[in-house]
């Protein structure tokens, strides 16, 4: 199983970005999926994730109106655009998938967990893509 995340970059704030993250190994259209990050120091959030099935959609406050989530199941792929970018949007981007049967994002997102320095409560993680936004 892998999820491969690209499009991390270095950008000016006000800039734009769309990370990709493309799931192998797992049967794709079974699992709802989307992106959380961490910033240096901070404690791993959810930024926003999307269901398989009816596409239900789940944004943190702090991106809502300036980021937005997609798949593409044919292709494996979710992104993640991002507009509008601020410096304290800067972080690494994890991608991630969960087995999904019906839950809304927010009760998928609402069960990851932080125990010691790991992180549980989904099926598969990305290995983090760095966006660093410059002021």
């Known amino acids: 199983v892998q999820l491969v995340e690209s499009g991390g970059a270095l950008v000016q704030a006000g800039g734009s970005l769309r990370l990709s993250c493309v799931g192998s190994?797992?049967?794709?259209?079974?699992?709802?999926t989307g992106w959380f990050r961490q910033a240096p120091g901070k404690e791993r959030e959810a930024v926003s994730f999307?269901?398989?099935?009816?596409?239900?959609?789940y944004y943190s406050e702090s991106v809502k109106g300036r980021f937005t989530i997609s798949r593409d199941n044919a292709k494996r792929t979710t992104y993640l655009q991002m507009n509008s970018l601020r410096p304290e949007d800067t972080a690494v981007y994890y991608c991630?998938?969960?087995?999904?049967?019906?839950?809304?994002?927010?009760?998928?997102?609402?069960?990851?967990?932080?125990?010691?320095?790991?992180?549980?409560?989904?099926?598969?993680w990305g290995k983090g893509t760095l966006v660093t936004v410059s002021p």
């Open positions: 999307i269901t398989n099935g009816d596409g239900n959609t």
């Open positions: 190994g797992f049967v794709f259209d079974n699992y709802a």
């Open positions: 991630a998938a969960d087995l999904n049967l019906g839950r809304a994002a927010s009760q998928i997102v609402a069960r990851v967990k932080r125990v010691g320095d790991r992180y549980y409560g989904m099926d598969y």
